[in-house]
């Protein structure tokens, strides 16, 4: 058995923080919530674990009544009234009573049968095989944590993409979650990747259903040839692709199809030796690009673009490239 990968696990306090975070973004007055989204932006830019620690934040807000009355046993005696859920972790997040969430937390944590940890440096791309017989291809520069308990199978993908052909358990489902969104399956075969700020939802064979960040409503329903992608906003709508995209970068290509150029471009950096930049320009970022080229061959992106985009290339020092809109003559 594969020892836990600790480098991605949070600690309580990372937790208690992204609770905080948390209430003040539901439960705060506009001004509140905006600036906790601010500061809450840069903090899970700083740790991978600080992703995961929100992730399980809000699990524990979505969580059952189990943590509510483990929460209750903190507050002093007697209640006038008995709080809601969430007034409770709103007093634990808000300070005064933080001291003793970390044991809460421990307490509450499931127990894990089985944990992995998977991490993949520039253009190496990894086979993976898990105890229940669910495979996982594994792009380059991927983060990711495997847990498996006994009524429940999770990926937690943190940053890059991921192939997954899961072995049907129809009472233990399996779910991945990303900072973006969250894909529920019994058994199926789909890719999902975590970039730019995007995470976005193909299937193969199967159904998977699919939620944004907020983890509300029924979520979308995804056939095989179905994808969609979430992000801050929502979910986007239900698209349908080419067979080919989602195994392309398996075979050694990166395919776009409509693919916004600020996720080809974060794509095109898990495999390019030297980094390729692109302008902050929103409207640039959201050009569409579609073709594929060869995974070790970046320049030959770089050379078709300006021909199907109104974009230029520049050089920058040490051998990169930044991508800038076309100044026009």
Same mark, same amino acid.
């Given at each position: 058995?594969?020892?836990?990968?600790?480098t991605?696990?949070?600690?309580?306090?990372?937790?208690?923080r992204?609770?905080?975070?948390?209430?003040?973004?539901?439960?705060?007055?506009?001004?509140?919530?905006?600036?906790?989204?601010?500061?809450?932006?840069?903090?899970l830019?700083?740790?991978?674990?600080?992703?995961?620690?929100?992730?399980?934040?809000?699990?524990?807000?979505?969580?059952?009544?189990?943590?509510?009355? @483990?929460?209750?046993?903190?507050?002093?005696?007697?209640?006038?009234a008995?709080?809601?859920r969430?007034?409770?972790?709103r007093?634990?997040?808000? =300070?005064g009573?933080a001291?003793?969430?970390?044991?809460?937390?421990?307490?509450?944590?499931?127990?894990?049968?089985?944990?992995?940890?998977i991490?993949?440096?520039?253009?190496?791309?990894?086979?993976?095989?898990?105890?229940? !017989?669910?495979?996982?291809?594994?792009?380059?520069?991927?983060?990711?944590?495997? @847990?498996?308990?006994?009524?429940?199978?999770?990926?937690?993908?943190?940053? !890059?993409?991921?192939?997954?052909?899961v072995?049907?358990?129809?009472?233990?489902?399996?779910?991945?979650?990303t900072?973006?969104g969250?894909?529920?399956? %019994?058994?199926?075969?789909?890719?999902?990747?975590?970039?730019?700020? %995007?995470?976005? %939802?193909?299937?193969e064979?199967?159904?998977?259903r699919?939620?944004?960040?907020?983890?509300?409503?029924? !979520? %979308?329903?995804?056939?095989? !040839?179905?994808?969609?992608?979430t992000?801050?906003?929502?979910?986007?709508?239900?698209?349908?692709?080419?067979?080919?995209?989602?195994?392309?970068?398996?075979?050694?290509?990166?395919?776009?199809?409509?693919?916004?150029?600020?996720?080809?471009?974060?794509q095109?950096?898990a495999?390019?030796?030297?980094?390729?930049?692109?302008s902050?320009?929103?409207?640039?970022?959201?050009?569409?690009?579609?073709?594929?080229f060869?995974a070790?061959?970046?320049?030959?992106?770089?050379?078709?673009?300006?021909?199907?985009?109104?974009?230029?290339?520049?050089?920058?020092? =040490?051998?990169?490239?930044?991508?800038?809109?076309?100044?026009?003559?």
């Open positions: 058995m594969h020892r836990p990968d600790t991605l696990q949070p600690t309580p306090g990372m937790i208690e992204a609770l905080t975070y948390l209430t003040r973004i539901t439960g705060g007055d506009a001004a509140t919530a905006d600036k906790a989204r601010r500061h809450l932006a840069a903090w830019a700083q740790d991978a674990r600080h992703e995961a620690a929100w992730m399980r934040a809000e699990r524990l807000w979505a969580a059952d009544g189990a943590v509510t009355e @483990a929460l209750q046993s903190y507050l002093p005696k007697p209640q006038a008995a709080p809601s969430r007034a409770l972790l007093a634990f997040a808000g =300070g009573l001291l003793g969430l970390g044991s809460l937390l421990r307490w509450q944590e499931p127990q894990a049968l089985y944990r992995l940890g991490q993949t440096a520039r253009r190496e791309v990894r086979s993976l095989g898990l105890p229940d !017989g669910t495979v996982l291809e594994v792009d380059a520069r991927t983060r990711a944590s495997v @847990a498996y308990y006994r009524d429940a199978r999770e990926l937690t993908l943190t940053q !890059g993409q991921v192939y997954l052909d072995r049907s358990e129809p009472g233990r489902p399996f779910v991945a979650r900072p973006w969250t894909v529920k399956v %019994v058994g199926t075969a789909f890719s999902v990747s975590a970039r730019a700020g %995007v995470m976005r %939802v193909q299937v064979r199967g159904l998977v699919v939620w944004g960040r907020d983890g509300s409503g029924e !979520g %979308v329903l995804l056939q095989p !040839g179905q994808m969609v992608r992000a801050a906003a929502g979910l986007d709508r239900v698209r349908e692709v080419s067979g080919g995209t989602h195994e392309a970068w398996r075979q050694g290509w990166l395919a776009f199809d409509a693919t916004p150029l600020a996720e080809a471009v974060a095109w950096n495999w390019s030796e030297r980094p390729i930049e692109l902050a320009d929103p409207a640039l970022q959201a050009m569409r690009v579609t073709g594929s060869p070790r061959e970046p320049a030959r992106f770089l050379a078709a673009l300006p021909g199907v985009l109104p974009v230029a290339i520049e050089s920058v020092a =040490g051998g990169g490239a930044r991508i800038v809109r076309a100044v026009r003559k």
